[in-house]
């Protein structure tokens, strides 16, 4: 796991001191060493944080055994020794124990067809001096993220959108259409950002740049092929191809020359985790939870007790709620990318303890939206029902639903009727995005300045940007188009690139063993009907480890890793919430009018705006970093 960062221009060479700045912006993602190669045309920059070979045969920038080819690399290949073995076959000879130095030798005799053949997650360059060709990838599931910026005199690339800034190569213009959407899903959906002249390289795609020719962007990999696998008919049978695949998974997760740890919680994906390290005797791993003082988001004790059930070393650490409001700044900072996850502190705080005795962590990401693990599949089959009523009975409904009194607790019930039957107006694919959304429309027509919206020609109405694009894919259901679209966007785009960011801030590698790509084929390919039933979220999930975890987990709804967020909007916090919600630089955007009813509205306790102050708190604090360079 490392960082990457290069520029390549094709009429002039790279200043080293470019290069340098890119490189050393980027030291939290490598502590373990530090490389750069430049020529007349390209510079490429890397930051190791040693995983796999930690000896300095796995140094970068590394260059091919014809010492034609470049390579920097960010991530893990799994099955990367299989792969040797066919190219020793083929007379190839390796100086290290690397994964890279497979990717490298594996592209000089495949081509990009390579990339389909790794299993795990990276986002790399290589660089062929003597054809001036750059090749970019990132691996099919978007665990590692790779941010470029190209036009006709340069293509500057690296793994953090700050690694880009720190060229000195592009202006910090912002591209308002993808504020409008981070308002309305708290983060930026790719391929843009929140910088008009960044992009993203998509997950599952590798890009091609050559003098004189326009830049291609090729798609190896799509979840979409996996409704092509045959499976069985009898459920038991599909129930134990998902425990197989499992325990493949989290065995291939564990390749590595450090120790590892889970993060535990009290839900379905990382306590199946944890049994298959129990199966494969791996007991010496270490389990550490994050914990809340309120009982309706604390996992801890659960957590605990089946760890101490299996026979685990377990950490539980509690949130320090005083010095969250001071952390929260670095963590923008590292958030570069612009995220308003409320679980992006209580995470950052379970990055810190781990990393403080592991460079290496396993996490549970992917079976929510592989197997349909959220209350928002449950709300799509209530609201076909509901639908039948006539739009103005719903309209009344959802009136209603703001005088029901204002809930702290994790998932209210007036958070979930509000948002239930708001959604409820509109169509049932634009009405499964609305359970995604901060802003509604209308209110981001009385948030945003009206001259912003007009100048700019931004759309309040952010679904055909974003989840619209997705829907309508040709083969699938509504509820398997939901899974597709939720799969990019919340998944890869949101939860993906939040952990990646957090925990290299640490200099620690999270792992998702439920993304590797033969699991995630499996579980992609799986029925629909064997994924919910009635209430029951997970279904194959639960049926295929009963009798194997305990029945107080199989039960157990879907929690999730949500921080309360009313410590930071309280009557205490107004000053520091003013100096950044109701400043200058929000007037550049915002109607500061509206943003101090949402405040009074929510001290007042008649509704409950603290998602929304939130994301408008965390595009304050990435403003002034990133732009005004005022803080850190």
């Not at 590692?144 to 800034?165: D, M, R, T, Y």
């Not at 990382?270 to 604390?298: A, N, P, Q």
């Not at 109607?591 to 929304?612: G, P, T, V």
Request: some cysteine; hydrophobic content about 40%.
């Amino acid at each position: 796991m490392c960082g990457i960062c290069g520029v390549v221009s094709f009429d002039r060479a790279c200043r080293n001191e470019t290069l340098d700045q890119m490189t050393d912006i980027l030291s939290h993602r490598g502590p373990d060493g530090r490389g750069t190669y430049t020529d007349d045309y390209a510079g490429l920059g890397h930051r190791r944080l040693s995983i796999l070979d930690l000896s300095d045969a796995g140094r970068q920038p590394m260059c091919s055994e014809s010492g034609k080819l470049w390579i920097v690399f960010n991530g893990e290949i799994y099955n990367f020794k299989q792969l040797r073995s066919i190219l020793e076959a083929k007379g190839y000879r390796f100086k290290s124990n690397s994964d890279t130095e497979v990717v490298l030798n594996g592209y000089e005799y495949w081509g990009t067809e390579v990339f389909s053949k790794l299993d795990g997650f990276f986002a790399l360059a290589l660089w062929g001096k003597k054809q001036k060709k750059l090749v970019l990838a990132r691996d099919c599931c978007g665990v590692k993220p790779l941010f470029l910026s190209c036009n006709s005199k340069f293509i500057v690339f690296s793994s953090e959108l700050k690694g880009i800034l720190a060229s000195g190569l592009i202006s910090k213009q912002r591209d308002y259409q993808s504020l409008s959407n981070y308002l309305s899903m708290f983060y930026v959906p790719g391929p843009n950002t929140i910088l008009k002249d960044v992009k993203q390289v998509a997950a599952g795609t590798y890009m091609v740049f050559e003098p004189g020719r326009e830049a291609i962007a090729v798609s190896y990999w799509s979840i979409i092929n996996a409704k092509n696998l045959t499976l069985p008919k009898q459920p038991e049978q599909i129930y134990e191809l998902i425990r197989d695949a499992a325990a493949k998974a989290v065995d291939s997760s564990l390749v590595a020359d450090v120790p590892v740890s889970l993060l535990l919680s009290s839900g379905l994906d990382s306590s199946i985790m944890l049994s298959e390290l129990k199966r494969l005797g791996r007991d010496d791993i270490e389990t550490i939870t994050v914990g809340f003082k309120e009982t309706s988001y604390d996992e801890s004790k659960i957590a605990n007790r089946f760890a101490t059930e299996m026979g685990f070393k377990h950490t539980s650490v509690i949130m320090p709620y005083g010095e969250a409001a001071e952390v929260l700044q670095h963590i923008i900072y590292y958030l570069d990318a612009l995220n308003a996850n409320p679980c992006i502190i209580p995470e950052y705080l379970y990055f810190k303890e781990t990393s403080q005795r592991y460079k290496v962590t396993l996490m549970g990401s992917g079976n929510d939206e592989l197997f349909a693990g959220y209350n928002t599949y449950i709300a799509d089959n209530y609201r076909k029902y509901f639908g039948m009523l006539p739009y103005t009975i719903r309209k009344m409904i959802a009136a209603a639903t703001r005088y029901i009194p204002v809930s702290d607790e994790k998932y209210s019930f007036d958070y979930l009727a509000q948002k239930f039957a708001a959604g409820s107006l509109y169509h049932k694919k634009k009405s499964h995005y609305f359970w995604r959304t901060i802003f509604s429309d209308e209110e981001k027509e009385l948030l945003l300045r009206k001259d912003l919206v007009a100048d700019s020609g931004l759309n309040t109405d952010s679904y055909d940007d974003t989840y619209g694009k997705l829907f309508d894919v040709a083969g699938l259901s509504f509820q398997e188009q939901a899974l597709y679209a939720d799969f990019h966007m919340f998944l890869i785009d949101n939860a993906n690139m939040e952990v990646d960011q957090l925990s290299m801030a640490l200099s620690l590698e999270a792992r998702p063993p439920f993304l590797t790509k033969n699991f995630v084929e499996l579980a992609f390919a799986i029925p629909y009907s064997l994924k919910l039933k009635g209430h029951k979220t997970k279904y194959c999930l639960r049926e295929a480890y009963k009798g194997i975890l305990p029945q107080y987990l199989l039960d157990r709804k879907k929690h999730g890793l949500v921080s309360p967020l009313n410590f930071l909007f309280n009557k205490s916090m107004t000053k520091y919430l003013d100096g950044y919600l109701l400043s200058d630089t929000m007037a550049e955007y915002f109607d500061l009018k509206f943003i101090k009813k949402l405040m009074e509205n929510h001290l007042e306790r008649k509704q409950n705006n603290s998602y929304k102050l939130f994301t408008l708190l965390c595009f304050s604090l990435w403003h002034q970093i990133f732009i005004d360079g005022l803080l850190i």
